[in-house]
């Protein structure tokens, strides 16, 4: 068998927006897919999230060698056609301007911030729940709309995140069908 590189595709979208599962979901789908998971990995980058964006959010301040490295080699995998990546940065980032497809779920801020409660918050009690929505208006949300401004705009696909899981990954699919 011919050893064909693996295409990258990347998925994107905020916090509780939906990347982890539509990638989880895409790679159940798709028999010959490999998934990477940025959450997975411990970088090196800006403390703070919200200096980082206020800055201009420049994603080349995260030293992302371990994730290349992994990219590296999957992409030589003989039987994987795609590794999916779960990836807030789509090209953003000098070191995967390689990337064949970029899909951000546009997903609206307060489904987002529900399913962050709901998954992040639910063994919290309610000072800490309000002390997070407290943060969120005074400080958070601009990390949110910099990624509306910045990673959705560098997608190759832009993807309603109000849909089902179900009918985002046709969409993915039809779009790989498409595309690649």
């Known amino acids: ?5 693996s295409k990258i595709i990347a998925i994107a979208a905020v916090s509780g927006g939906g990347k982890t599962t539509v990638t989880s979901r895409l790679n159940q789908v798709l028999s010959n897919s490999k998934v990477i998971y940025f959450d997975d990995y411990n970088f090196e980058g800006p403390d703070d999230i919200i200096d980082w964006v206020q800055r201009g959010a420049d994603c080349n301040e995260w030293n992302l060698d371990p994730l290349i490295s992994d990219l590296s080699s999957h992409g030589s995998l003989e039987h994987i056609e795609f590794t999916l990546l779960d990836y807030p940065f789509s090209r953003l980032h000098n070191q995967l301007k390689n990337i064949d497809l970029t899909i951000f ?7 987002a911030m529900a399913r ?9 009690n309610t000072e800490a729940i309000l002390d997070e929505m407290s943060n969120y208006l005074s400080r958070g949300r601009i990390g949110y709309e910099s990624m509306l401004k910045t990673t959705k705009l560098d997608s190759d696909v832009v993807i309603n995140g109000s849909l089902s899981v179900d ?6 699919c039809n779009e790989i069908k498409c595309r690649l």
């Open 1 to 5: 068998m011919k050893n064909v590189k």
């Open 105 to 111: 779920i546009d997903t609206p801020l307060d489904i």
């Open 116 to 124: 962050r409660i709901l998954r992040d918050f639910k063994n919290m």
């Open 167 to 172: 009918e985002i990954v046709d969409k993915i």
